[in-house]
């Protein structure tokens, strides 16, 4: 008698599956993403064009023309692992106040317009290169205008300022980079010589970076740039004072920003199809692949190409069938893992057939090249390299094995001849075959084929009878034509539209197969 300890056995059951090595999993995907640059910085230098207008009492300037004077800079710095940052912006500018004063003299007034700009940003990206950014702040700045409190007109820089927003839209990739962005003062105020103004500042643009250069731990790219701006400021109750102010401005700039740090970044599992890239061979025979169709399941059939090559843009993922089948090699039916969002190789090989081939076949009783009057004819002895076999109700017969090549068949059957005929049947493919016999006493008819043209040799649609045998037959597309008889003498009579009518006499035996060409004349007009 053994003993044996229970707990024990328990433990180790317990031991054994708390030791258990798992499978082996797959790897997570990961991939090295850059991470968007920490910070931005901006210089520019404009062409401004501007079209403005403004009038304090009952004088006003205007300011048109071109402004080559505009200097712009602007940046943003970001919180590490943050999308959120700061951001300032500020442009200087140089222009002339063009007017009349009170005694009718030209004004040429030199003056200046400042903007500066600072908040909070925050950005973030909509896609792999495409970054948005939004900032919130205040803004301060200096519009020229008119001073008529004394008795001259002198220049004079207004205050204004307000909250502002600003949006930037742009692709950070790529040697051509362009970038949208809009700034605005919902509400500015203001003080004139003439006393307090309110109104809205905006400006609308679009620059396109040329190129990236690498230089000093930045990533450097020259710009060209146009922006929109339109101001309008006015005074209050009672005033008459207003400024306005459209402006185009064309001008370079230059980027410069930090180099992003580069992550390696776990990516969500793949679920989406993948690609299949395949080709199928076969040695020695080129022919044999080319536009072979390939079933695959879960997808419509593809064909290949020239060189055996074929494509599939959406399979699987998992397991996907493949099958082929090309005359004188072995069908293919094989499967392929297709891992999801990847593209999978694969390569069909054709093994040609090889030994003996299969023979089917249907012995009819009737009249050869006609099928008037046949029927399956059962109990026929079929005999094919030394093995006979009988035909069934339906006059059918199979050899499973024979050849390869030429094959003679030997039929007999009670009432009717003795059949002959001489199949090739291929290494390992299947052959069909379709048998006539004819009654002991039954006549061997006789063939009468050949071409009805003009002279000119086009052939011709045309009827033909035989009055005789009562047999009526028409050209096929070619100007051929085939009658069968029993043999005799008989008189063929050929008629086509626009031609003469033709008889000739024919005479044939049992058996026989003769070719007559009829040569149609034209019929004279009218």
């Not at 200046?112 to 909509?126: D, E, M, P, Y």
């Not at 002198?154 to 051509?176: D, I, N, Q, S």
């Not at 695959?296 to 090559?309: F, L, Y």
């Not at 009783?365 to 079929?382: E, N, Q, Y």
């Amino acid at each position: 008698m053994r003993f044996r300890p229970h707990g024990l056995d328990l433990l180790t059951k317990v031991a054994a599956l708390l030791l258990c090595v798992p499978s082996e999993a797959s790897p997570p995907r990961t991939a090295l993403v850059e991470q968007p640059s920490p910070g931005r910085f901006e210089l520019g230098y404009s062409v401004a064009f501007h079209d403005d207008s403004q009038s304090v009492g009952q004088l006003s300037v205007t300011s048109q023309g071109m402004a080559p004077t505009r200097l712009r800079l602007s940046g943003a710095w970001f919180l590490k692992d943050s999308p959120l940052g700061v951001a300032v912006d500020g442009s200087y500018e140089r222009l002339r106040l063009l007017g009349n004063d009170f005694d009718g003299n030209p004004l040429a007034l030199p003056a200046s317009a400042l903007r500066a700009f600072a908040g909070i940003a925050a950005r973030t990206r909509v896609a792999s290169s495409l970054s948005v950014e939004a900032d919130v702040g205040y803004a301060y700045g200096l519009a020229p205008t008119l001073d008529i409190a004394v008795d001259r007109v002198a220049a004079f820089e207004m205050g204004e300022h307000g909250p502002a927003v600003a949006l930037l839209l742009g692709f950070e990739r790529g040697p051509v980079s362009p970038r949208l962005h809009v700034r605005a003062l919902p509400y500015a105020t203001g003080a004139s010589p003439a006393g307090p103004v309110s109104g809205w500042l905006l400006e609308a643009g679009a620059e396109v970076g040329l190129g990236r250069i690498e230089f000093g731990g930045l990533d450097w790219r020259p710009a060209l740039e146009y922006e929109y701006g339109l101001s309008k400021l006015h005074g209050g109750a009672g005033s008459s004072s207003s400024f306005s102010q459209a402006s185009h401005r064309v001008g370079l700039g230059l980027r410069a920003s930090l180099k992003g740090e580069q992550r390696l970044v776990e990516l969500p599992p793949a679920t989406g199809p993948g690609t299949l890239r395949g080709r199928l061979i076969a040695e020695g025979d080129a022919a044999a692949v080319a536009g072979q169709p390939i079933e695959v399941s879960g997808h419509a059939p593809v064909t290949t190409g020239a060189g055996g090559e074929f494509f599939v843009d959406a399979a699987g993922p998992g397991t996907v069938r493949l099958k082929a089948a090309v005359a004188r090699y072995q069908p293919v039916d094989t499967e392929v893992n297709v891992a999801a969002e990847e593209e999978t190789a694969v390569e069909l090989k054709l093994v040609r057939r090889t030994g003996p081939g299969r023979l089917t076949g249907l012995v009819l009783s009737g009249l050869p090249g006609t099928k008037t009057g046949r029927a399956p004819l059962p109990g026929v002895s079929v005999e094919a390299s030394g093995t006979a076999v009988l035909t069934d109700a339906f006059g059918r017969f199979v050899f499973e094995k024979v050849g390869p090549g030429l094959v003679a068949l030997k039929l007999t059957a009670a009432g009717f001849a003795k059949g002959k005929e001489v199949v090739s049947v291929p290494e390992g493919d299947e052959v069909s075959i379709e048998l006539v016999l004819l009654r002991d006493k039954a006549r061997a008819p006789a063939t009468i084929r050949g071409l009805v043209r003009a002279k000119d040799g086009k052939p011709l649609k045309a009827t033909l009878a035989v009055v005789e045998a009562r047999v009526v037959a028409e050209t096929a597309a070619g100007g051929t034509f085939q009658l069968t008889v029993p043999g005799g003498r008989y008189q063929v009579v050929v008629e086509s539209p626009g031609y003469l009518k033709q008889t000739k006499e024919v005479k044939v035996a049992d058996g026989d197969e003769v070719i007559f060409n009829f040569d149609m004349h034209a019929a004279s007009g009218p």
